[in-house]
């Protein structure tokens, strides 16, 4: 299983991005797919995440800013997000849980910049 994130960059505060992963591989069944992600000298954290069947749960650092979305047909999650805060940097990486045991898979990371 393969997990391919795009879409991070370099923006002003106040802007917006959006970023998406793509999922291949053996993949029976994504059950919640998500992102966290981890700025310098602190630890992962979850950003967003979204089940099969579309329940969203976010952290209160990013409710109303963001928006975490999925295709099922593609094996693809999104997070836009607008409003950007310097706060925001960091690597964000995508993952899912997939299968009847729930296995976890990682994406590489994708860096997303905000200047302030």
């Known amino acids: 299983v393969q997990l391919q994130a795009s879409g991070g960059g370099l923006v002003q505060a106040g802007g917006s991005l959006r970023l998406s992963c793509a999922a291949s591989?053996?993949?029976?069944?994504?059950?919640?797919m998500g992102w966290y992600r981890q700025a310098p000298g602190k630890q992962r954290e979850l950003v967003a995440a979204?089940?099969?069947?579309?329940?969203?749960n976010y952290a209160n650092s990013v409710e109303g800013r963001f928006t975490v979305s999925r295709d099922n047909a593609k094996n693809t999650v999104y997070l836009q997000m607008n409003s950007l805060k310097p706060e925001d940097t960091a690597v964000y990486y995508c993952?899912?849980?997939?299968?009847?045991?729930?296995?976890?898979?990682w994406g590489q990371g994708t860096q997303v910049t905000v200047s302030s």
């Open positions: 993952t899912i849980w997939a299968g009847s045991e729930s296995n976890n898979y």
């Open positions: 591989g053996s993949i029976f069944s994504i059950n919640t």
């Open positions: 979204v089940t099969r069947g579309g329940s969203t």
